[in-house]
């Protein structure tokens, strides 16, 4: 299970998608802090975290997903998620994750919002 | 010694049988070019084994050797080594790498092939070409040889290129299998990046990585901070243009015909992974057959997995590393005996015993053999399992039994595949999967010992019983001649259809028996077991069922009394059906042959929810024990995956709902991930034991480690780490931990249906509270 890295992004408007593919485990939660880090020294201030192809999740993958959180609202960014499953919404919500980033079930949506549209 | 070690592979290379790939090839020249300019990049590439790494790595050598320098700058030089064939020494290592370099930068500058290897002599003619400082270089060499100094050699060899370097070009390395660098001897693991990184980082000797399993070598990639400096290419199958492009290149050079309309989906099938489909189209050609439609071609598939291709691997394999035929006679011989005899291999004295030859051409042999990973016992090779092919390999073997070491973790990667591929097939709709589940716990149930051959036999059960209702008949009591001994289940294998996919494999359900007590091959039974989907099964439906058992059977070396054939009715047959089936010597039931006799036998009928699944409680119903599964893994990284793909399977059979099975995997998953980091445990394995009983799941995850403290250390709150213990109470339904100096085990349950739902608090036996500490 080595090839989990699956880390793809793109970038609609201003708000950097980041696709949390496989098995968020301590690899890819690295790899996603790092997307969002280099978004925001490149001076991007939005990231929507899409977790429809996310198979797995344990929680030192979360404890990195927090850590990111942390520093989007050190850096007064704007974030979302968007098609999080139920059990992964579960966890965000038991880890408090939820508190401080909304969800939501379609990407659109998620983006509109970012944008400042709902 | 081994000469030009690596001219294996780039002479296998054949550049018109490469498609593809264009992208990859277009960044990966790029950086190589920009290496010029001191802005090259370097890259790592993986994915699992025979995805085509090499193929890409030979091609790009080729595109950049024959594409000329330009604008008076250096030319790269592609150099391509794989750590494959290396010698576990450094010293010879240093003293390969050092053969290959010199020639292929001979050959690159248009030298003419050397006829012996001669260090020196290659060294003045580079003199000639303005290399200045080889023979400098390469005397420091056989100084480190000669006193045996191993990594000064090796840093010695690995500085050449950049010592040595001339004006006109300028290395680029290809370097293949590097995941074997980890197996030097006496050279820490990621020694060689070590070396190297100075170079890497220049930007001016852009580096290509590659290898099947990237843990190991990122894992040093950033011990070296060289993460970073690396872009990660994962290789994956052809795109479906592509592989359709190499279709008809394939199958015009072997003058094969495969339908156009089943080109894409045979793509599919073997995850366009180029060398498949060439060993797909040599088969057809071998067998000189025609491809008629899906069914031949998926057979064919089949056949070349199983019996065909798997040889061939072998033999090429074989062939490759042995070119000496005795030689590779014993080596051939010896893994046999070890693989298939479930030879204890425990020491290297034993081995050599085994293979009858001189310690020195047996030690060559063994460290051959342990290269590609043959004879682990830890089957670490099994991480790759995502590649369809491997995983009907793995399969294959582990019918058989072949792997017999570690079948556990066999079993687990099998399960692994079957649901990794289950996500993109899905099995037909409708409540089929409802129907295979009745069919398995009936499965499990049933002594078939004791079932009664009339019973299984819709047409004679029609003959002897139409028309005059069911209750009259006694089963198995009228008259002791068409009672049958029949089978004792020893293995079932269940869910063909939905995750194999395709017709060849598509039965409900395969088990193994044997006729009497003994456990011999003579005496082995295999059922196939279909459920018919359709409302009404018509002859076709039958001819199609017999012919997949024939296949079944001629795959198995089966006699033809050997396998029983079983199908079962939903609702109705035609009579024409009904012969058919009579004639080929398969048993049609109905359900409610089978209702029957679950009453006459006092089972629960399966469709109709259980009494004692209603009322809730605790102990399984008296007489039925839990069924128990084990798995022991290593701890290592993702291993706690295949203990949630198992918990998945084991979900499975008590048919829980989607969010019930995500919720047991995320718990396992953090049980595993929580002993893995906290036992500090010597043997680095923990047991999993899945208890399935109609009211509930049991997991216990266990570990021989110090014991554990539950709460967050200071450090863990500052890494938002610690969460574990708090998601697992909230994913399931019960926890309790027994943790002390022998070990911790953590027992999870997950009640099914309605039982008693929610977390017991308070249950004593040892259980640790948890930690005030722990929250939000």
New interface residues.
Partial sequence: ??????IRTREEGETLVVYVAG?L?SLLGEEVEKVVREQFDAGGRRVLLHFGDT??????G???I??VV?KVMEREGRMAFCEV???NR??FQ???LSKYVRSFDREKEALEYLAGGL | MRLFGTMGAEASFREEDFFGREEELSSLSRAAVEGARGIGSSFMI???PNVGKTSLLLKLAHDLRSSGGGGGLPRPFPFYFSFSQILSHPLALSQHFLQEFLWQLLRFLGDSQPAAFDPEGMCDRLAGYGFTGCREILAAHGKYTASGDGLSALVNALSFPFASEGDLVYPVFLFDDFQYTGKLQGVADGAMLSILRPYIKSGHYPMVLSGS???RVTAALKREGLFGTFQ?L?LVGLAPEASLRLWGYLCDRRRVRIPESLLPGASERLGRIPVYQRMLVEEIFFRNVEVADAVSLENLYALSVTEGKLNRYWREFFENTFPERQQRGRAIRFLKRVLCDRFPLDTVEGALSLLGTSPEEGEAILSALEFKGLMKADLEQL??I?DPVLGDFLYWAFERGVLGKGASQVAASIV?TRLSRA?VEQGPGGDHPRRVAVVKELMRKWDLREVPLLLLDFGKFREKFGGKGLLEVVIGMEREMIRVRLPKISSVSTGYRAHRGGPRFDFDLVAYGFLEEEFSEENLVVWAVDVVPERNLAAHGVEHFENRCRLLALEKGLPADRLRKWMLLHETADPAAVDLASQYGIHLSHPTQLRLFLNLYGLEELEREPEAQRTGGGAPPRGEKPLEYELVLPMK??????A?RVAEEVAAFASVDS?TV??I??AI??AC?NAFEHSASESGKVRLRYLLSPEKIELFVQDDGRGFHAGKTPEESK??????L??IR?LVDDVEIVTGQEGTVVRMVKFLESGPGGPAPGQGNGAEPAAPGEG?
């Fill in positions: 299970m080595t090839g989990n890295l699956t098995y485990n198979r797995l999740v344990n929680s030192i979360i404890s990195f927090i850590g942390e499953s139920r059990i579960d966890l038991v880890t408090g | 993986y994915g699992p399993s990237p843990g990660m994962e991480a790759f995502g692994q996500a990284a993702d291993s706690e995956v295949v949630a969010d995500d919720r995997k995320m998953i953090e991930i890494r938002n780490r610690g969460w574990g708090k998601l909230e939000e």
